[in-house]
Each structure stands twice: as C-alpha cells, then as structure tokens.
Nanobody
C-alpha cells in the first residue's frame, strides 16, 4: 500500500484552526515533494501548499499568511496548519507525495483518499 494517509479534518467555525497530517508509505523510499491539494464541490482540485526536500515552500495565494506546511522527513509526514479558516476553505483536502518506490525509478505522484474540512458556524 503506497497511498498516503491523511487525518485531521473536521468541522470548524470561521476563524478557527485545524492541523492536517499526512503519512507517506514506507514503501516510498525517495520523496521529493509533499503537498496538499483541495477540491471544493463543483470545482477542480487545486494546490494549497507544497514543500520540497530542500525546504522550498509554495503556497496558493488563498493560503498565504494563513496556512503553513511543514514536514518531518524522518517520519515521512507532512502537516498543514490552517489558521483563520474561512467558509470558502471548505473542501476535501488531499495529500500528494511525489516520490518513488525504488532508488532507480522515476518519480510518481501518490494521492491520499482525502480528508474533509468544513468551515461553518
């Protein structure tokens, strides 16, 4: 099983915070990028934030200043700290891992099943 596993979603009031976690499979021996995407009802999946091995972070404009991505490489884990949440942040959040299951294969994208974040009063 190489599918990443997300956790931490739930219902939160506007202005609240949530922390999402993503654990990549130990079968993925090389990880280049870990990131978070989201898909709201009726919309396309979009990048929220990503973090490379060398520490380069990339954020969607909507996430800048409110969300923070981090990684614990030893645990193959990525986190998304979300603060000042808004109703428009409501979506299914997916973890993406770009890596490979051997040291010689090309990189592939592995997706989690997603975790639902609902921001509502």
């Amino acid at each position: 099983q190489v599918q990443p596993v997300e956790s931490g979603g739930g219902l939160v009031q506007p202005g609240g915070s949530l922390r999402l976690s993503c654990v990549a499979s130990e079968s993925i021996v090389r990880i280049n990028v870990m990131g978070w995407y989201r898909q709201a009802p009726g919309k396309e999946r979009e990048l929220v934030a990503s973090l490379t091995n060398d520490g380069s972070a990339n954020y969607a404009d909507s996430a800048k200043g409110r969300f923070s991505i981090s990684r614990e490489n030893a645990k193959n884990t990525a986190y998304l700290q979300m603060n000042s949440l808004k109703p428009e942040d409501t979506a299914v959040y997916y973890c993406n891992v770009r890596g490979s299951t051997s040291w010689f294969d090309t990189m592939s994208d592995y997706w989690g099943k997603g975790t639902l974040v609902t921001v509502s009063s």
